[in-house]
């Protein structure tokens, strides 16, 4: 059987992840195949697609807040607590399974109904265009990174420029490709003909398109290339389109589609193709492609401009596919310093943002740094999307930048004539042999990336101040990389006392023990009531000098407490506060042996309590991290009872190195 589950709690913090945890283990010891998808804070994680709700038995949802049903029209659909998620998962998952679950009506618009109008409200010929061109992308990159790889391996130079020899494999690599580059003109019209018309659209969509690639057919030298393919298709389309509103016998009508209406629509756009469209669309095409080759000086800086500035603005959008789209039309007729350009522009945006995060710390949060790695990174393989997440949450500094740094480089390469013979950016493409002037490939991509990097830290405001030292003097991020665990930290020789270090604001939580070390653990906690465990938690904080004011802590963690209870049940409270007055990210742990009354939802006495202490500037993935960490771990009965039972902190402070 499979099953679906979302969970949710009004906060989106620890409930919901501890009813995953808990639906998730069931699940596994039912012998039940489950996804979970979990609407915290954080946003929706591991989301459930399409294709997993049609093809799902059920659908659970553990929550306590609203969460959207229309998607699982159709679908059995079980709606519980959240606190029913964690406390009796293999109830709910039973109940599915005995089909004592109604199937959801949605008395709203179904997820169908939902993705109809979506589309209708998209600009049909852009969407039409979209289909063709992502059909038509893996021919052209195949093409040209074989063609690319026979000229690097096989190829000769002479005055002429690389040749390949008639006689040599390499040659035979290069036909393959040039076979691959012959199909795009072709799929782009059928596959623009299919969006319109569906299946039926393919066969003359395709003819037309290999048609208009093909001068002969109308007395023309050159073809109508990318442009006549793009009239061939949606020509093809809507001739398809009419024909299937004619009314036929109902004997014909099982044959319209794979005899008749193929071969009408065929010959309709063959036809008007040859006789009508052709020729005038290719001399337009030759005439750009001349204008194009021809351009010089200031004219070809311009283009360079355009070009840049349209693969940045978007990352990936309709101004960036139209630009590439235009690169990639010119490769195929052989002019490839527009291609080149476009390469530089590509990658410049994602290794931009993630030199920037390099370059100055002080400028992001740690997700940004670690965000920056993975955008640097696919900045090398040319996936301009890398940026996105930057500009997402900056666009009117990430934009700007990262189009004048895209546009800087384009101008570069195309002053330094850089030619790419496949369609794709990035360094890849000049590692595999398909850039033309690799040199000024590399110096283009370089000062465009630098410039990207430059002008976003200088528009950016420090997020995170620089850390204090014990004596409260100010140093960088990279000058002070302490541990929160600084009993296991040695200085040239030297043990270093836990009570004098503070964690530095730079640290990277990968594991509860980044911000716990023993002095901030009791093993026996003497107050007797929520207010006095506080007090005495936040005197720790206080002592070990992670905070500067005690009163200010304790009351953002008093006012957490006014939105709802952090007694989680099963003998667990997490009591937490962000707050400017808390100096570096820390936990404190200590258990009670008696319990406190921690106003739990199940009545339990909290016994195991941590509490959380983060800077207000580290507040958003910090926080969440720990207490998805904690409560995930926290599920586990046996851990639970093993901490529990814990005699010395070095015991606890094993089973807590283990949260991760």
């Known amino acids: 059987m499979r099953l679906l589950a979302v969970t949710a709690c009004p906060v989106g913090i620890a409930h919901t992840y501890m009813a995953a945890e808990n639906l998730q283990k069931a699940a596994d010891d039912m012998g039940v195949d489950m996804k979970i998808e979990t609407q915290g804070s954080i946003g ?40 029913e998620g964690i406390r009796n998962p293999e109830q709910l998952i039973k109940r599915v399974q005995s089909d004592d679950v109604p199937v959801y ?38 093409g040209g990174l074989l063609i690319a790889i026979s000229l690097a391996l096989g190829g000769e130079q002479t005055d002429g420029g690389i040749v390949i020899p008639d006689d040599s494999f390499w040659k035979q690599i290069e036909n393959i490709g040039a076979a691959s580059f012959s199909f795009m003109v072709p799929i782009l019209a059928g596959f623009i003909a299919v969006s319109i018309a569906d299946r039926p659209g ?6 037309g398109g290999y048609i208009a690639n093909t001068g002969s057919f109308y007395g023309s030298e050159a073809g109508a290339g990318f442009i006549g393919g793009i009239l061939a298709g949606f020509l093809a389309g809507y001739v398809v389109l009419g ?15 794979i005899i008749f209406i193929p071969i009408i629509a065929s010959l309709v756009v063959g036809v008007l193709f040859i006789t009508v469209i052709g020729a005038p669309v290719a001399s337009i095409f030759t005439s750009l492609t001349t204008w194009l080759e021809g351009m010089q000086g200031a004219s070809s800086i311009v283009l360079a401009l355009i070009l840049g500035a349209m693969i940045a603005v978007d ?60 955008s640097f990174t696919m900045g090398l393989f040319g996936i301009t999307e890398g940026a996105i997440p930057f500009a997402a949450q900056d666009p009117l500094r990430v934009i700007p930048s990262i189009m004048v740094g895209s546009m800087t480089g384009s101008v570069i390469a195309m002053l330094g004539n850089v030619g790419d013979r496949v369609a794709h950016g990035g360094p890849i493409v000049a590692v595999l042999g398909a850039i033309d002037n690799v040199l000024m490939f590399f110096i283009a991509a370089i000062i465009g990336t630098i410039v990207t990097a430059v002008m976003i830290n200088l528009l950016k405001k420090d997020v995170m101040p620089a850390a204090a030292t014990p004596e409260g003097m100010e140093v960088t991020a990279d000058e002070f990389d302490a541990t929160a665990d600084a009993s296991e930290q040695i200085n040239e ?24 070390n023993r002095d901030l653990m009791t093993m026996d906690v003497s107050g ?57 990210p820390a936990v404190v742990f200590g258990i009670s042996p008696d319990g406190i009354d921690w106003k739990s939802l199940d009545g339990s006495d909290a016994k195991l309590i941590f509490m959380i202490a983060i800077p207000e500037e580290r507040a958003g993935d910090d926080h969440l991290k720990i207490l998805q960490m904690l409560s995930r771990k926290l599920m586990d009965d046996s851990f639970r009872e093993q901490l529990l039972n814990a005699e010395t902190k070095e015991e606890a402070y094993e089973l807590l190195d283990t949260i991760q």
């Open 44 to 83: 929706a994680e591991n989301e459930l697609t399409e294709k997993d709700i049609d093809e799902a038995d059920g659908i659970i949802i553990a929550s306590d807040k609203d969460i959207s049903k229309e998607r699982f029209a159709g679908k059995k659909l079980l709606v519980a607590g959240v606190q």
């Open 315 to 374: 990352m990936g959008g309709p101004f960036n596919k139209v630009a590439f789209l235009f690169g990639s039309a010119m490769i195929a007729e052989g002019n490839y310093e527009i291609m080149g350009p476009i390469a530089v522009a590509i990658c410049v945006p994602p290794m931009g943002m993630g030199l920037a995060t390099f370059l100055n710390k002080r400028k992001y949060q740690p997700a940004e740094k670690e965000t920056g790695k993975a």
């Open 105 to 142: 009506q949605s008395d709203l618009k179904s997820a169908d109904q939902v993705k109809k109008e979506r589309k209708e409200k998209e600009n049909p010929i852009y969407r039409h265009l979209m289909n063709g061109v992502s059909y038509m992308i893996p021919f052209i990159v195949v």
């Open 243 to 257: 024909i299937k509103k004619i009314k036929v016998p109902q004997a014909v009508q099982p044959v319209m589609p």
């Open 202 to 207: 393919l066969v003359p969509g395709m003819i």
């Open 528 to 584: 007797s009531s929520q207010e006095e465990v506080v007090d005495e938690f936040v005197q720790m904080l206080d002592e070990k000098g992670r905070i500067s004011s005690k009163e200010t802590v304790k009351q953002a963690i008093f006012d957490r407490e006014k939105e709802s209870t952090t007694g989680l049940g099963m003998n667990i409270a997490i009591p937490h506060a962000k707050s400017a007055a808390v100096k570096s």
């Open 493 to 516: 020789g030297t043990q270093v006392d836990e009570a004098d270090q503070v964690a530095s604001d730079d640290v990277v939580i990968k594991k509860l023990t980044d911000i716990l």
